[in-house]
């Protein structure tokens, strides 16, 4: 990870409940929810955030990348 990412203790606390949910240390959790949240991003706006992406270079690996070549993670929540 480039950075890490601070939460306010609003967020902090919340992320810790729905670990404590879903059985997993935060980490796990925060990276399900974000790639629950970028499955039904790009399943309700195709392709919106490849028009708004400001860093091409990482189009093969990347989540929104819809091309059949592309190595997407597929693992559910």
Known sequence: ???TPELDL???ATLRRLAWYMEKPMTKTL???IEG???HVEK???G???MACKDKSKCADCAFNS???SSRNTKQM
């Open 1 to 3: 990870m480039a950075y």
């Open 10 to 12: 609003k967020g902090s």
């Open 31 to 33: 990276q399900a929810i």
């Open 37 to 39: 949240y970028a499955k």
């Open 44 to 46: 309700s706006m195709p």
């Open 48 to 50: 919106a955030v490849c």
């Open 67 to 69: 091309s059949p070549q």
